[in-house]
């Protein structure tokens, strides 16, 4: 089965700063995509990533997912305090397109 | 649109009781999920039905069960709960690029 790992588990930041999370995959990844979770509360869809080198932007957050399809990242930009929750990467299963998630990226972004 | 909608959102419930988790969604997609997300395991699935009148095991099934009478419609059953089904479950449902789109969760508590 497919396992993705995310890194790191937990981040604290200031406003302002650069930072990125990291999503490595055990197998080649048929479609990626990130998620956020603020806290207590549902994921929201943030951007789905399918070819090696592709590379995806939403406000201050880009995506890009490296040319052997087995690693993604997800960077933002200048963080603010609305940046915070918990970010999680998910793969489709290929053909048999059960999905599987990472464990998250808690992100705590300090005013 | 609504969109996922899930009910209750919380409960607290008795060790050996049944309980039906209910999930609705108003999309017409296909593809249905259940997962619960626990604190450092992050999202694992129970069960999926990927079109109406089919389900299938996830990673955690034991304990629970599902079905899928129509598109819209994909409740949860706990048969006799135990304390180890403590947990958020999520819903959720994706379209033919593979989006999944989360209901808000159902917060529960076995005593």
């Known amino acids: 089965s497919q396992e993705l790992e995310q890194s790191p588990q937990s981040l604290i930041v200031q406003e302002g700063k650069n930072l990125t999370i990291n999503c490595t995959s055990s197998k080649t990844l048929y479609g990626l995509y990130w998620y956020k979770q603020k806290y207590g509360e549902g994921l929201i869809f943030l951007m789905m990533l399918q070819k090696g080198g592709e590379e995806k932007s939403h406000e201050k957050i880009t995506a890009k997912l490296d040319e052997k399809k087995q690693q993604s990242s997800l960077h933002i930009t200048a963080s603010q305090p609305s940046h915070a929750g918990i970010y999680l990467c998910?793969?489709?299963?290929?053909?048999?397109?059960?999905?599987?998630f990472g464990r998250g990226t808690s992100l705590i972004v300090h005013p | 649109t609504a969109g996922i909608t899930q009910a209750p959102t919380s409960q607290i419930l008795a060790a050996g009781r049944s309980m039906t988790l209910r999930c609705t969604q108003d999309m017409r997609h296909n593809a249905m999920y259940w997962y619960r997300q626990d604190l450092g395991l992050g999202l694992r699935l129970i069960h999926y039905s990927n079109t109406a009148g089919t389900t299938g095991k996830g990673e955690v099934p034991d304990g629970y069960s599902v079905s899928r009478a129509n598109t819209d419609d994909f409740p949860l059953t706990l048969a006799s709960a135990v304390p180890s089904q403590t947990s958020v479950y999520f819903c959720a449902s994706s379209d033919s690029m593979g989006e999944q789109f989360f209901g808000p969760g159902t917060r529960l508590t076995v005593l």
């Open positions: 998910g793969a489709d299963g290929g053909g048999s397109y059960i999905p599987t």
